[in-house]
């Protein structure tokens, strides 16, 4: 196509290449969507966030310092990443598992089983933590005691991130024709090389969506955790809590200053998962 | 022979896709396999291609025993009706794909996909994506992915099926053509019968899981062996019992000959050159005449005048026994 691409003929092909100049040539309507958008979004959005940066400020730039060179933020904050990092892991491969069991297998239950996948999103995170807490605390009837240990914490975000992967890869997958697959076959791809070429590079954007969205929920989870895993200083004490413990202290400057770190390492890993992506499609 | 097939038997559940079928298609021929949507004709080229295994019954490629072969194994090219091509790869990497899994030497692999992609006319496409493709496009690259890896036989499962009218018509002469420069042992799949009849050497006709009729496309239209065939291929009517084509009706104003079948005309329709005149006669039954526009306005052809009906000299006509009313238009 070498039609210059204009406004009139809007199209999925021509919308990465339409010049710079008719940018600001919004109709009257699509200016007025653009504005409530952007409205709404600062409302619920960038005021917010602007408010949570100018607060961890209001301590001034020793406060902040103090606060980040707190040991025990440090020891919080390392384990909610590792653990956070770890569960995406678990859900990269986990999940892509299940949405494959889900849309390929056809067994009884399949039906049942998918609905029971979005009961970890559903649920109320405290919930969570107290049917997490009854099974495998200390009054567990299968007596399996993780109560205030890192496995806890684990456990607890395995659960709440668990639909995540599931969701973003299952609509790709259902999308995906077999005969993609058996057009490979017959060029005479192994069933592994397929997987590899194939199926896996259709994939990789909806599951590093899906990692994007399990590692967010991961190093922001508090309701689900907090009865299990006892919250102990340098052991099994996330980061939700300690800016918990600062409000609660009365010292909400302290509270912003960890709040607004996990808000800029969530902006840094959903960066990176976006240029990962990015990379990685163009590879293929 | 390049492909035999023997007593090859596939069912899913309760529908029989192939019903005892033998057939033997010899090396650099190009075969239609013509026959209703639904009547199990793509089971075929996939049971060839190993993408199905048939319940009962062999099949053999070039000469070997393939029934068991894994379809990796069978060195067969398959082309889809809904192109299946690599979405996330150029459309030289789609054509390269076969040869790299034959680890085939870098150089090589580029000269041959170069090669391909001139033989279907996409060069100046090979950086692009499949989404930056027409469906004819997009197609043509799916038979350049095919025939990469020198396959013993190329099999194609309705692929003109996706696209609109114009582009059907090019890519079926041009798939004539190409057959004629590469000479690989081709099987086509296709409900429609002006394509089998334009392009196959041999049709083979499949309705109901069984083989109708095998033959060369004018074989099978002058001497249908069934009513079948002869409805399906081409347009049939029924005059006086008889499986008879409406253009091989003769249709008269004056009772010229002898056992001329009396009627009054009750539908005139034209389309472009040719005017389609229904019949309804003293007997009851609705025959279609096919007359040129000429001879339609000579005879003063219109609703309510008496006419009289009887086969051209030389007409193909078929007792119409087995055939329901109203099957005769279907195949229009």
Known sequence: ?284 | MSIEITGVNKSFGDFVALDNVNLSLPTGQLTALLGPSGGGKSTLPRIIAGLDNADTGSVSIEGVEATHLPPQKRNVGFVFQHYAVFKHMSVAKNVAFGLEIRKKPKAEVKARVAELLELVHLSQFADRLPSQLSGGQRQRLALARALAVEPSVLLLDEPFGALDAKVRKELRDWLRRLHDEVHVTTVFVTHDQEEALEVADEIVVINQGRVEQVGTPDELYDAPASDFVMSFLGEATTLGGQLIRPHDIELSVTPLVVGGVEGVVSRVLRVGFEVRVTVLTDAGEEVVVVVTRTAARHLGVQEGRHVWLSPAAGAVTLPSAGLPAGTALHAV
Request: charged share 15%.
């Open chain 1, 1 to 284: 196509m070498t039609i210059a691409p204009t406004l009139e003929r809007p199209g999925r092909a021509t919308r990465k290449r339409r010049p710079a100049r008719a940018v600001n040539a919004l109709s009257r309507s699509s200016s007025l969507a653009l504005g409530v958008s952007l409205v709404w979004f600062s409302l619920l959005v960038l005021i917010p966030l602007a408010a949570v940066a100018v607060q961890a400020t209001t301590g001034g730039w020793d406060g902040a310092v103090k606060v980040l060179s707190n040991p025990q933020n440090w020891a919080a904050l390392k384990l909610t990443l590792l653990e956070a990092l770890g569960v995406t892991v678990l859900n990269v491969v986990m999940g892509t598992t299940i949405a494959w069991v889900l849309v390929r297998d056809r067994f009884r239950g399949a039906a049942i089983l998918d609905v029971i996948i979005d009961i970890p999103f559903a649920l109320p995170t405290i919930v969570a933590g107290l049917v997490l807490l009854s099974l495998y605390g200390p009054q567990s009837p299968i007596e399996v005691n993780v109560a205030s240990t890192r496995a806890a914490v684990f456990l607890a975000l395995a659960f709440v991130t668990l639909p995540f992967v599931v969701r973003t890869v299952q609509p790709v997958l259902e999308e995906l024709d077999t005969d993609v697959e058996e057009a490979a076959s017959s060029l005479g791809a192994s069933r592994l090389y397929t997987f590899r070429r194939v199926i896996l590079p259709s994939l990789v954007p909806a599951v590093v969506a899906g990692a994007g969205m399990a590692f967010a929920r991961g190093i922001a989870e508090y309701g689900s955790l907090v009865l299990l895993s006892g919250n102990l200083p340098f052991r099994t004490e996330v980061i939700s809590v300690r800016i918990i413990s600062y409000i609660e202290s009365g010292n909400p400057a302290a509270a912003s200053v960890l709040a607004a770190l996990l808000l800029l390492i969530a902006l840094l890993v959903i960066t990176a998962l976006d240029l990962v992506q990015r990379r990685v499609t163009k590879r293929w």
